[in-house]
């Protein structure tokens, strides 16, 4: 399982290099514009230069309408800006054709530029809030539109979490449908450390927190601290090294 990382700007990017060895990837966003906000291109270059090279950059492309020619452009601004990772939050789709619409666009122009990047198609896990698609009809878009992965994140930070929305059991299936099309599969929303056993048995490829390295486990307030992100990650590796000796995962 890769360990996701979203620092808040260069500053807390510079705090994440300092943790480099116990995480996998760096994501920008840019929380004040929403779930998936899309921050600004010279910061996406900043974080890329801040952060070791053998450190992949993702970022978001924001919480986007249905709009394909808009977000098309948006993800070719994040590629070129130096991510390779680039995720879509499909906020404004209502149906799976429309999710399919904007992923096909986002691939598009993505791949033509750098046929190694990685596509991100995110639906909501508290889709039912904002009326966007069904969280379990994203691996199908994903593999529908040649995304890479399919991602389920939390649209409104008001405490709530993943599992309170998708439980495990739901989670697992939508692990399952991303991998039977060969799909990554991604999981964030306000995960802790007491959810890396649930997310670890069920496959989980990434796993995506930010509060949860965050001082005070506050994503708003709270600063991420390296040794908050090791901390984690030696929680992360003790559920592999169990799963991997065939012991129950705890939940």
Request: aromatic content about 4%; overall charge negative.
């Amino acid at each position: 399982m890769l360990l996701l990382i979203s620092p808040d700007g260069v500053e807390e990017a510079l705090d994440c290099a300092k943790a480099a060895q116990h995480l996998d990837i760096v994501d920008v966003k840019k929380p004040d514009e929403g779930s998936l906000g899309a921050n600004f291109p010279w910061i996406i270059r900043e974080i890329r230069e801040a952060v070791p090279a053998d450190k992949p950059v993702s970022a978001t492309v924001g919480d986007v309408p249905y709009k394909p020619g808009t977000v098309a452009q948006a993800a070719l601004g994040a590629a070129v800006s130096g991510a390779t990772y680039i995720k879509v939050g499909l906020y404004g789709c209502t149906t799976p054709d429309q999710g399919i619409d904007i992923m096909r666009a986002v691939v598009r122009a993505v791949k033509e530029h750098n046929p190694d990047a990685l596509v991100v198609a995110s639906g909501y896990a508290d889709a039912h809030r904002i009326g966007c698609v069904n969280p379990l009809a994203v691996p199908d878009i994903a593999a529908r539109s040649g995304a890479d992965a399919a991602m389920l994140d939390t649209a409104v930070k008001d405490g709530t979490r993943l599992f309170d929305h998708v439980p495990p059991d739901v989670c697992a299936e939508f692990v399952r449908l991303a991998h039977a099309s060969g799909r990554l599969a991604a999981l964030a929303g306000s995960v802790r450390q007491g959810d890396l056993g649930e997310l670890t048995r069920i496959g989980t490829n990434i796993v995506g927190v930010r509060g949860a390295v965050c001082e005070g486990g506050d994503r708003n307030a709270g600063r991420i601290r390296p040794h908050l992100v090791a901390a984690f990650r030696a929680e992360m590796d003790r559920h592999d090294r169990e799963r991997t000796a065939g012991l129950p995962t705890a939940r």
